[in-house]
């Protein structure tokens, strides 16, 4: 191994694209000016223009590209290796669907064009929202919101607007303790108040302390089934018979729809709004934080109030022709707009792919395989040596994720379960999900999805028995990993404590002098 | 088998006796029998990848794309040019495929990127405090509500018409939430914010005022005096920004927004039929620990090194839960890094560049086309403009493969006539003579 | 200033200084004024990225590409499917840019990829050795020539007329500088090599034979008996093969073949209107020491650790100069890369299901035009059939935006009305039978 | 930094894709069948069919994609530092140069497509026919060969015919001693005779030696200029003279081009026939070994024997019609075909787009920059303590490039250029090319480009300076460099000694586990 005499590598990596600016180079041309070159003066009264130019980098093309590139690599990624990160359904992107999504019908065409010049795109979000639709078992879908969090809000929304139209003014919804954060933050966000709903001994909703808190003020239950520690709730049709017999609506939250494509839908187990995580299910590719896309589909007694435009198909008059679609935004009860334009189109272009390749019993075993890989690794987690410090929090058959505690190894060990993730690093696995569900002591959620092979499973058990091993022998080892990694544990208390969040805010530690190369800008940005 | 997995069957049986059950099905037993599926689902077979290929190439040329036609079309989303280093360096595998970055250690690439894009943001908006993506322009607009509404704990949201109408519509649907009202001030006769009407709507329990620059219209408004007629009573000052044309427009945080959002598809991200592209808020410093979304922050780790983590967590729903500051959680991450990387090719010189051409060809199309203006003041990119038989000008244009604009009829039945036109650096000379010559011919027509 | 460089006018003046010189120009004083050139290039002016793209895009668009008609066109690159994760590899900068793997510790990525390139190659072609690529096919045709003469020292090359117009020619043309001559057996009545014929042609200064497999005609050679032939006087036995049917068909090192060359395009790499492809080359072991191009070989580090590195460099020009075993240097990496990844993503079952699906359509495809076939027997991908009336076919399926093939006339004049049919997995029985349907209804009109 | 048992990473990354390979895994489906499903035994007599199956790698599309990104990460690249290999122009390669080739009616383009539907095609080719002529100062230009030792054996070739042609036997070729390799490998190949040609004291061609060779039988001089050691041969005009003079061919090998682009034309200097290396100054990337064009420019009296087909340019006859391009077979004295179809048309498509973008100033300025680039950083390693390890060849103002000499370092401190080289790795830049020119003993041959802005140049003259200094310390260290590489050095001979050139011949140091799951094939080669 390396000694520091040897390695002669230094900090240049942490230079940002703002560091290594040099005053007067460039990376773009503006393209030949055939109009009159009248002066900036001219065109914007003095109130309107700038006078000091915004400071951006200064950098030519070749330097731009290994800025980036050279950041690139100092990412993890899932074409790196296993990435079991609970409740995020990483599973392999396919490069097809990059290639689908950048042909210049679908890239290039304006959210705008007139739906007569765009029925391609409509189309495919028409057939998009039928098989979502079929998937779930609720016949509408509006594909609009941007991500899971937005389709939970505008699922509330859809509840508020329901429950308005009746009449009925409903203030409260509940959410079990093991629900996701985005679940009570939309709560909130909607208007509601949060009630939190008890886990039973068998890891799920506590039905006495349900049938307790279902009063006539609540509005919905938001639930994901399996829920967040990978269990399937058996009670769920009880559950939804409690919710409707006080008029709430059953929202299902889609991120774990993973396990159960095919298999279970929601629509039968009573929801009445559900949303999907097309980053997550239907992999579009989760780009280090997003773009995803969070399409809902809802029963008829809340149909009328999806969000507008709608893809809408009428079937040909005229033989010969085939059917045409359109935007509808002739909807009087529909709660408006979630975004701008008709949603992630470029997402749905890669979810629809998918949809295709995969076909009905592809996506059945896709959720097989998911659940599959999930019980495979929770046994060979279970081996004594490990459970004895990683115990599953819930001992039954999961779904496509799983649950451990990391109790035993903090309380015998003297590790906490943040040290076992970060000696994970080391062995360039991605870590679970840590500490959540909050439910879970030091929790390890642990979700394999289907596209991992059984070596990279069987790699994985293998990674947390040589940690476990190793920190009976020295806890110290995991409390300071990782040791491999381009930095080493961060000071994250301090980072929030005196926030640094721009080029030149507070104490820069970056190098002085280049830092003077870019004088502070007028708008003191940098 | 699919492609993608690989559980052969010697794995499975491996698999399935390590488990110790008999069977994959045998692990569904947890689902009780009334709510399984007794039938495989009704959706076609899968497909070859040549063949899901075809299928969605044929799909795609039932589109009319901003290749295939002279486009005038913007109202919110412009047809600008996306250097091709940006599609080299999003397609790398390690932007790509990883999560939102939960393990710093292993995403100093992407926590960077983010920590970059915040100061250019902060930079193009004149705002010291920016996060690292929202959505998109209209959501990021009632994102700012939500802001306001928990600041101010007031109940109202004033916006101008010229607030691109998602946007507004956007906010209102937010707003049934939010349990706040919204109101909405007019346009003068010059298509600008009516600044008087504004401040008429503006009382004790507005909590923000809304003004977008430029506006929907082009028109590139008076965010300073419109600031202090919002402000005056202790609103936010919200203004939506187009941040391309912000190289040569006037910060709107040196005109006294107190918040800027705005939608980020002009930097570096494609048309997309409207998504996935990237909203961004920036905010006065006094917000900082309100911001919703995901903030990128510089540190050191143990060994004293400089890294970037997420930062100001207790804001967010992951956290706080009930308590955030919103529920955003998935975000634009790699929208974003096209917007950071679009800014460092433009760079400096080029943003300032790249707004007084689009400046100068707007003034030379709006001279052109020779219409009544809507807005005769100043406009950049865009501008509104009477045409007296819009459907034949349609009708001609689109047969000779041009794409007049955005008719406004649809969105502001006040200006019936009315036609948008959008000007990016796309649009050369000879496409706006073209597009004047179908404005004479149509006016010939209808004269004759 | 450019964007792809860096010097800005400061840059200049501290450069220059530490130099010792006044300005750029006297860099250049090193050259007599004789030889400078005194005026501008003449070449239009710069234009910025937009702009190129445009007239790049421009230009494309006046091709009919394989997307935009259903072709049958072949004759030694075909229209096959490159799955998109060729795209997404290659385009990594990693493989993209570096130069040949001068430094193995530092280029292990490239260098483990011509090791795998290597053993697909071999398992295909039946030989032991392979090299990392050579530039295409008709070029390692012609490189199996020099390893001949070098081998044998003898001054004939006999080729069969069923090699592809462009191998011969080729092979011609590189015999003029080998010193060589080269002679040209025919074609029976069933459009495979005349064996007979070939056997008369090799004599004791015969250092090679050539045939291609399946031959031009798409035949399927009989590789045993033609090599017996071939092999009598001892001259080695060179098969120029089309990798993707061997799949289906015996390795041509199972019946004789001392070296397999070809034409790697099949294998994932695009048709780019005939180039940048690979060429493979593989040959018996006792070669090893005789092959042209690089090799790439494993082996172990200091510290015991599994590596590759460029092998057996004495064969090459670098080293040997004018006594080296070929001049090549540059080759042909990314496109063998492309090829090794097309072959696994094939993988074991796919190389023969893709074979067979082939072979099933050329067989359908022959019978469903029902015209005089030129090659009766077997067949795999490509077949030849005469076509009374092959203009007016063209013309019209041409109009229907169909491509019906390649016209033999242009190199075999005694097929004058000949048509060579290619078929991938991309011309599906609807593409057949709108060609069968094109025929027939010429051949009613042509009757009629 | 990281002691061994902190750092876990293992061999893993070793596998090879057959070593990853499981029985019955797949990345591929057939497209679905039509056509009436023969066996192949009734399609394919006995004697042509296959009865084993070729040993492909058995793997899932994600775990594909896994091992070739790994392998990827194992390579340095352009775009990830400094690489200034000698006669290589590892000048960066444009984005936007991916972009355009990639355009479906580029790629997608079948080469024997009727020129009336590949007009886009062939006007391309004709374009860049003429700008190449243009800045090689020669009329006629064949884009056929493939690569630069491609170009040149079609120069000899050329020469060749031209000198039948006119019932002349030539036998001998002259190349000076600095050539490179491939020029006397062609020579060879062409059926002549090498004649070394020796440097006088400047760097230049040996005057006089080659007044003494230049006989009646010596069918051309090969020469690059500014020539391998990076200098201008200021007596151009007086050795194209000799050569002449003995009715010999005077050939110029382009891979120095980058030099003189619009500043100085091989025709003018007196060459009859050029080679260009599309790969090194006209950018296209290099792919790690290719691919490369190398098409090549004559004189009006070589013309008639170019490869066919060309691309010509009809003018139109009726009005209002453009002009036609087309591919002209009809050369009767041509030497024929130097390969299949018209050439490596991409490659085309690359150097055409970076000429457009550069125009003819930008071409210029690129020479003038990559000349000052080498220049500057010539100037900054001729400091003293550099200089008197590392001496430059011949102290001279330098084109584009420029060679010191090894030869102080290994009679002062010990180590060998390969030594200083391979440190260098651990500095995170590539080395200059080493041990060539043959004629300056321990060479380093340093090649900047013009795309490296100044502080990279600066950055290698301190990793050079640092590295010689820690040689005067403990020279060991650069001895046993590098040590922070995916390998460290390797064993070359042993590798030549017992050659494995494929998987699974001769021992075989895989996993023997893993090998028994790949069971040898029919054929052996696996
Ligand atoms: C259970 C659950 N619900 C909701 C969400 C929120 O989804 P998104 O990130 O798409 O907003 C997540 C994402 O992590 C989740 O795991
Ligand atoms: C001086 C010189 N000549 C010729 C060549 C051969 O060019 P290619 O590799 O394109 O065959 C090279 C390449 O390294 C070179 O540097």
Redesign the interface.
């Known amino acids: 191994?390396?000694?520091?005499?040897?390695?002669?590598?230094g900090?240049e990596d942490?230079l940002?694209?703002?560091e290594r600016?040099?005053?007067?180079?460039?990376?773009?041309?503006?393209?030949?000016?055939?109009?009159?070159?009248?002066p900036?003066e001219d065109?914007?009264?003095g109130?309107?223009?700038?006078?000091e130019?915004?400071?951006?980098?200064?950098?030519?093309?070749?330097?731009?590209?290994?800025?980036?590139?050279?950041?690139?690599?100092?990412?993890?990624?899932?074409?790196?290796?296993f990435?079991p990160?609970g409740s995020?359904t990483?599973?392999?992107?396919?490069?097809?669907?990059?290639?689908?999504?950048?042909?210049?019908?679908?890239?290039?065409?304006?959210?705008?064009?007139d739906p007569e010049?765009?029925?391609?795109?409509l189309?495919?979000m028409y057939r998009l929202q039928g098989?979502l639709g079929?998937?779930a078992?609720l016949p509408h879908v509006s594909l609009q919101p941007?991500?899971?969090?937005?389709g939970?809000?505008a699922g509330?929304?859809l509840t508020?607007?329901y429950h308005e139209d009746r009449g009925e003014h409903r203030h409260k919804v509940l959410t079990p303790d093991t629900a996701?954060?985005?679940n009570?933050?939309?709560?909130?966000?909607?208007?509601y108040e949060?009630v939190k709903v008890g886990t039973d001994e068998h890891g799920g909703v506590d039905i006495a302390d349900l049938r307790a808190k279902a009063t006539e003020d609540v509005a919905c239950l938001m639930l994901t089934n399996p829920n967040t520690l990978g269990?399937?709730d058996?009670n769920?049709?009880e559950i939804a018979e409690v919710v409707h017999g006080v008029g709430a609506t059953l929202y299902y939250d889609g991120a774990n729809l993973n396990a159960?494509?095919?298999?279970?839908?929601p629509g039968?187990?009573g929801f009445d709004i559900v949303h999907y995580?097309l980053?997550k299910s239907f992999t579009q590719?989760?780009?280090?934080?997003?773009?995803?896309?969070g399409p809902i589909a809802v029963s008829d007694r809340i149909e009328p109030y999806l969000?507008r435009p709608q893809v809408v198909r009428t079937e040909a008059e005229g033989n010969g022709a085939g059917p045409r679609y359109d935007l509808d935004h002739d909807r009087p009860k529909s709660?408006?707009?979630?975004?701008?334009?008709?949603?992630?189109?470029?997402?749905f272009?890669r979810s629809?792919?998918y949809?295709?390749?995969?076909?009905?019993?592809?996506?059945?075993?896709?959720s097989?395989?998911a659940?599959?890989?999930a019980?495979?690794l929770?046994?060979?987690l279970a081996a004594p040596d490990i459970a004895r410090y990683l115990p599953i929090a819930f001992d039954?058959?999961c779904?496509h994720e799983f649950v451990l505690s990391g109790k035993g190894a903090r309380d015998q060990l003297g590790i906490k379960t943040l040290d076992i993730?970060?000696r994970m690093?080391?062995?360039?696995v991605?870590?679970p999900?840590v500490y959540?569900p909050l439910l879970v002591d030091e929790a390890l959620m642990i979700e394999p999805t289907?596209?991992?092979?059984?070596e990279r499973l069987d790699h994985f058990a293998e990674?947390v028995r040589?940690i476990l091993r190793e920190a009976e022998e020295d806890p110290e080892?995991a409390r300071?990993?990782?040791?491999?990694?381009?930095?080493?544990?961060?000071?994250?208390a301090?980072?929030?404590k005196r926030?640094?969040?721009?080029?030149?805010?507070g104490e820069?530690?970056?190098d002085p002098a280049r830092a003077q190369e870019n004088p502070a800008?007028?708008?003191?940005?940098? | 088998m699919?492609t993608?997995?690989?559980?052969t069957d010697a794995?499975?049986k491996?698999?399935?006796d390590?488990?110790?059950?008999g069977s994959?099905e045998?692990?569904?037993?947890?689902?009780?029998a009334?709510?399984?599926?007794d039938r495989?689902?009704?959706?076609?077979?899968?497909?070859s990848?040549s063949e899901?290929?075809d299928?969605?190439?044929?799909?795609?040329?039932?589109?009319?794309?901003?290749?295939?036609e002279v486009?005038f079309?913007g109202?919110?989303?412009y047809?600008h040019y996306v250097?091709a280093?940006i599609?080299?360096?999003l397609?790398?595998?390690?932007?790509?495929?990883?999560?939102?970055?939960?393990?710093?250690?292993?995403?100093?690439?992407?926590l960077?990127?983010m920590?970059?894009f915040?100061?250019?943001i902060?930079?193009?908006t004149?705002?010291?405090?920016?996060n690292?993506?929202v959505?998109?322009?209209?959501?990021a607009v009632a994102a700012a509500g939500?802001l306001a509404k928990q600041e101010t704990k007031r109940s109202k949201l004033v916006v101008s018409r010229g607030l691109?109408p998602?946007?507004r519509?956007?906010l209102?649907?937010?707003a049934?939430?939010?349990?706040m009202t919204v109101e909405e001030g007019g346009l003068d006769a010059e298509g600008a914010t009516d600044i008087e009407a504004l401040a008429d709507l503006v009382d004790d329990d507005t909590a923000a005022v809304f003004v977008q620059q430029p506006n929907f219209l082009g028109t590139?408004e008076?965010l300073?005096a419109l600031g202090e007629a919002a402000k005056r009573t202790g609103a936010l000052f919200v203004v939506a920004a187009d941040p391309l044309p912000?190289?040569?427009?006037?910060?709107p945080?040196?005109l006294g927004a107190d918040i800027c959002v705005g939608?980020g598809q002009t930097l570096g991200n494609?048309?997309?039929?409207?998504?996935?592209s990237?909203g961004f808020f920036s905010a006065a410093e006094r917000f900082?620990r309100k911001m919703p979304g995901?903030?990128?922050?510089?540190?050191?780790?143990?060994?004293g090194?400089?890294?970037?983590?997420l930062?100001?967590?207790?804001r967010?729903?992951?956290?706080?839960?009930?308590?955030?500051t919103?529920?955003?959680?998935?975000?634009?991450?790699?929208?974003a890094?096209a917007g950071?990387?679009y800014?460092?090719?433009?760079?400096?010189?080029?943003?300032?560049?790249?707004g007084?051409?689009m400046?100068?060809?707007t003034?030379?199309a709006r001279e052109a086309l020779g219409l009544e203006a809507i807005n005769a003041g100043?406009v950049?990119r865009e501008f509104a403009v009477r045409v007296p038989d819009l459907d034949t000008l349609f009708e001609r244009a689109?047969a000779e493969g041009v794409?007049p604009g955005?008719r406004l009829r649809d969105t502001y039945p006040e200006y019936e006539d009315g036609l948008l036109v959008a000007i990016t650096?796309r649009r050369?000379?000879?496409d706006?003579d073209q597009l004047a010559h179908l404005v004479g011919a149509v006016r010939e027509g209808v004269a004759a």
């Not at chain 1, 109130?47 to 006078?51: C, D, I, L, S």
């Not at chain 1, 009570?184 to 208007?191: K, S």
């Not at chain 1, 690093?425 to 360039?428: A, G, Q, R, S």
């Not at chain 1, 800008?521 to 940098?526: D, E, F, I, P």
């Open positions: 191994m390396i000694d520091a005499k040897l390695d002669p590598r900090d942490t940002t694209i703002y600016s040099v005053e007067g180079r460039r990376a773009f041309t503006p393209p030949v000016e055939e109009v009159p070159e009248a900036l065109l914007l009264p109130w309107a223009r700038r006078t130019p915004a400071v951006l980098p200064e950098v030519s093309e070749p330097e731009i590209v290994r800025h980036y590139n050279g950041l690139s690599k100092k990412n993890f990624d899932l074409d790196a290796g990435y990160l995020c990483m599973k392999h992107n396919p490069k097809l669907h990059e290639r689908v999504a950048a042909l210049p019908g679908h890239a290039r065409l304006h959210p705008l064009q010049y765009a029925q391609g795109a189309e495919l098989a079929e998937i078992g941007s991500a899971g969090s937005h939970e809000l509330l929304l508020h607007a996701h954060g985005t009570p933050a939309t709560v909130t966000m909607a208007g949060v269990l399937f058996r769920i049709s159960v494509m095919g298999i279970s839908r039968d187990m995580n980053h590719p989760h780009g280090g934080g997003g773009p995803g896309a969000p709660i408006g707009k979630m975004r701008g334009f008709q949603g992630n189109f470029g997402v272009v629809y792919a949809i295709c390749s995969l076909g009905a019993e592809g996506l059945r075993e896709a097989e395989l659940v599959l890989n019980n495979y929770r046994a060979r039954r058959i779904m993730a970060k690093l080391d062995h360039e991605h870590p999900t959540f289907e596209t991992e092979p059984k990674v040589s080892i300071n990993a990782p040791y491999t990694t381009p930095v080493r544990r961060l000071d994250e301090g980072a929030a926030p640094v969040v721009r080029q030149g805010m820069n530690p970056g800008s007028a708008t003191g940005a940098v | 699919s993608y997995t690989s559980a794995d499975r491996a698999m399935l390590a488990i110790g059950v994959l045998e692990l569904f037993d947890e689902i009780p009334a709510v399984r599926l495989p689902l009704d959706l076609p077979a899968g497909m990848e899901v290929f299928h969605l190439s044929g799909l795609a040329a039932r589109n009319r794309h901003a290749d295939s486009t079309l109202a919110g989303m047809d250097p280093l599609d080299s360096i397609s790398r595998s390690e932007f790509l495929t990883p999560y939102t970055p939960y393990q710093p250690e292993i995403s100093q690439g992407g960077q990127v920590f970059e915040q100061t250019a902060s930079e193009l004149g705002l010291p405090i920016s690292a993506s959505y998109e322009g209209p959501s939500y691109h998602h946007s519509e956007t209102a649907t937010h049934a939430g939010y349990r590139v008076e300073g912000l190289g040569i427009l006037k910060a945080g040196e939608e494609r048309l997309d039929f409207g998504g996935p990237f900082i995901r903030i990128a922050g510089e540190t050191r780790d143990v060994d090194k400089r890294g970037f983590v930062t100001l967590q207790t967010e729903q992951h956290i706080r839960r009930e308590k955030a919103h529920n955003i959680c998935t975000a634009q991450a790699l929208n890094l950071v990387i800014l460092s090719w433009l760079g400096k010189r080029g943003l300032v560049e790249m007084e051409l400046a100068r060809r003034h030379y100043p950049v689109r794409n955005y650096e050369t000379k000879a706006i």
